[in-house]
């Protein structure tokens, strides 16, 4: 089952603007990870909050987590052509893995 | 460079052919994971490994078989049993230690025809 959901399904935006999706979990978590992936590839993983972080920043990303309200947001500043890509959230860490959410389809318009 | 290396990349078969798909990973992690992507629907999990010679169902594990004979290696079997097996199929490992960060494989792309 989803344990993840990402909001918006698709965004697209002009070069240089900042990009914000955001992801809804059910169950308790240890912690959320983001992971992006290009279009026919495998995805690679950004940025990991743990429960008890509100906030976190690498480079031009920056995530939040809010536990009580089961959700979290991805922001990317500055955005570039190259940030073209599938965007998805991931919670989970027990021996089954992590569980995805369908993922954000962002565009960067040139 | 380590990493994990799925085979093929794109791979046919026809209505009622088994095929396999092989991956390999060179991190030394103990645990690997199957996953399906169909468009608008996410990834799915077949199968994990956590151990050699162990593995568990996921969510999708119908029509699906595994193997864990090495640590490197965790090959996944597209039976004739599985209704739609058209899908990109990703695999993925990591570590005991840590915070669960999954590595993936660049994926296999399977076309039923």
């Known amino acids: 089952s989803q344990q993840g959901e990402e909001d918006p399904q698709a965004l697209s935006i002009q070069e240089g603007e900042n990009a914000t999706m955001n992801c809804s979990y059910k169950t308790s978590i240890n912690n959320l990870q983001w992971y992006r992936q290009n279009s026919g590839r495998g995805l690679v993983h950004l940025i990991l909050?743990?429960?008890?972080?509100r906030e976190k920043h690498s480079g031009r990303l920056r995530v939040t987590l809010d536990t009580s309200k089961k959700s979290s947001s991805l922001l990317i500043t500055a955005s570039r052509a190259a940030d073209t890509a599938s965007y998805f959230c991931?919670?989970?860490?027990?021996?089954?893995?992590?569980?995805f959410g369908k993922g954000t389809h962002l565009i960067i318009q040139p | 460079d380590g990493g994990i290396t799925q085979s093929p990349k794109y791979l046919f078969r026809k209505e009622g052919q088994n095929v396999t798909l092989s991956c390999e990973q060179n991190l030394n992690h103990d645990a690997m994971y199957w996953y399906r992507q169909d468009p608008g629907q996410g990834l799915r999990l077949i199968y994990y490994s956590q151990i050699v010679n162990d593995f568990q169902k996921g969510d999708i594990a119908e029509g699906y078989s595994v193997s864990r004979e090495k640590k490197e290696s965790f090959p996944l079997t597209v039976t004739s049993a599985q209704k739609n097996p058209t899908a990109f199929y990703l695999c993925?490992?990591?570590?005991?230690?840590?915070?669960?960060?999954?590595?993936f494989g660049a994926g296999s792309r399977l076309t039923v025809l």
């Open positions: 909050i743990r429960s008890n972080e």
């Open positions: 991931a919670s989970g860490g027990g021996a089954d893995g992590l569980t």
């Open positions: 993925a490992s990591t570590s005991h230690s840590g915070a669960n960060v999954l590595t």
